[in-house]
């Protein structure tokens, strides 16, 4: 059970590298 929740972080972390970053208007 806790290599397969390893498993799903890892992937998630892939995902959020993938998000743009937003730049803030003044």
């Known amino acids: ?3 397969g929740v390893k ?3 890892k ?3 892939k995902k959020k590298k ?3 970053k937003k ?3 003044k």
Do not use: I, V
Request: no cysteine; proline share 0%; aromatic share 6%.
């Open 23 to 25: 730049k803030k208007k």
């Open 7 to 9: 498993k799903k972080k």
């Open 11 to 13: 992937k998630k972390k």
């Open 18 to 20: 993938k998000k743009k």
């Open 1 to 3: 059970f806790g290599l």
